[in-house]
Each structure stands twice: as structure tokens, then as C-alpha cells.
């Protein structure tokens, strides 16, 4: 045992991955404002949407994973149909490094909060644009 042993290691590949997703929406679905978007709004299948979200960041960190997807397709469409403002995105943010921070520490938890905080704001801006031809259901 050295003084270091209990420091949290880095995310290396899909296992600390599958941790880190797995954190994330365990606290998502009990969040008062998020957890009704998943289990209402868009009655997601998790043992389908939990894989794919981490084939999505297994791409975005190691270039593996093979995701294929629009994630800004899907959240246009969650627009039209819930509140999706930027009071969301940033508890979405707050939530995902939280669970970040709590499992893991390195270079790679530094880089996947960054995309996080990235990808929040491109996919907000983009909603807001979208709004301006199509109104969503709330204010963005
Ligand atoms: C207000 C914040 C957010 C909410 C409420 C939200 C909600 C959702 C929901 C309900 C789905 C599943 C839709 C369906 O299967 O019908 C989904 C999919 C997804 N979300 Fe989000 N999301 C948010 C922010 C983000 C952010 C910031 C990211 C990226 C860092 C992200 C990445 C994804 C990805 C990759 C998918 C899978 C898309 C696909 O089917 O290919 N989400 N989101």
C-alpha cells in the first residue's frame, strides 16, 4: 500500500467507461428536472440507450466504439416536446462531473468534462437556432 493508493485512477477505456455512464444516469433519473425527459418524455429503453452512450464516448475518447448517430437530431426533437433550456444543460453538466469527479481523476475525466461542457453549449446553441423556424413546446 502506498500513500497514493486510494486516488481515484483515470478513465482508461469502455470498463471505467460503463462506470462513469452508469453513475450518471443513476443520478439523472432521480434528478427532480431531468429524470422526467428519460422516463416520461421519451420513455427511453435503457439496456438500449445505456450502451449507446457509452459507444458515444468511447468514440469521443479512443476513437473506438463504432457510434453512429445524430444526437442533435434526437435533441431537436426532445425540444418540441419538453422544456430544454439552458437551466437543463447546466444541471445535466453539473450531474455529469459530479459523477466524473467522485469516480475518476486524469487527463481523460479532465477531457471528457470539457466535451461535456462543449457538446452542452453546441447542442443548446443549435436548438436555439432551430427555434427561430420551429418553436419548440418551452423558451429556450
Ligand atoms: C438538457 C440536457 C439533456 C437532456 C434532457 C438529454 C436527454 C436525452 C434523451 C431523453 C435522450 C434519448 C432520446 C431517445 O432515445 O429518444 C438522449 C440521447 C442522447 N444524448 Fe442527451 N440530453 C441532454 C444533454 C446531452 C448532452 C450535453 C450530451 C453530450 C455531451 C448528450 C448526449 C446524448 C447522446 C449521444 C444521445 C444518444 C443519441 C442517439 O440516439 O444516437 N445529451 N438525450
Not at 435503457?46 to 473506438?64: A, G
Not at 450531474?95 to 477531457?111: C, I, Q, S, V, Y
Not at 453546441?122 to 429556450?140: C, D, Y
Request: overall charge neutral; aromatic content about 10%; charged content about 25%.
Amino acid at each position: 500500500m502506498t500513500e497514493h493508493s486510494t486516488e481515484r485512477g483515470d478513465i482508461l477505456g469502455r470498463t471505467e467507461i460503463e462506470t462513469l455512464v452508469g453513475a450518471f444516469y443513476t443520478a439523472v433519473r432521480k434528478d427532480t428536472a431531468l429524470g422526467p425527459v428519460f422516463d416520461q418524455v421519451a420513455k427511453v429503453d435503457w439496456r438500449e440507450h445505456l450502451p449507446k452512450i457509452c459507444d458515444f464516448w468511447e468514440t469521443v475518447l479512443f476513437r473506438t466504439g463504432g457510434y453512429r448517430g445524430s444526437p442533435l437530431a434526437v435533441h431537436l426533437k426532445l425540444a418540441l416536446e419538453t422544456r430544454m433550456d439552458r437551466p437543463m444543460f447546466d444541471r445535466w453538466l453539473e450531474l455529469f462531473k459530479a459523477a466524473a469527479d467522485r469516480l475518476f481523476a486524469g487527463p481523460n475525466t479532465e477531457h471528457i468534462k470539457a466535451v461535456a461542457v462543449d457538446m452542452a453549449h453546441v447542442i443548446h446553441s443549435r436548438l436555439r437556432e432551430a427555434s427561430m423556424f420551429r418553436p419548440p413546446a418551452f423558451p429556450l
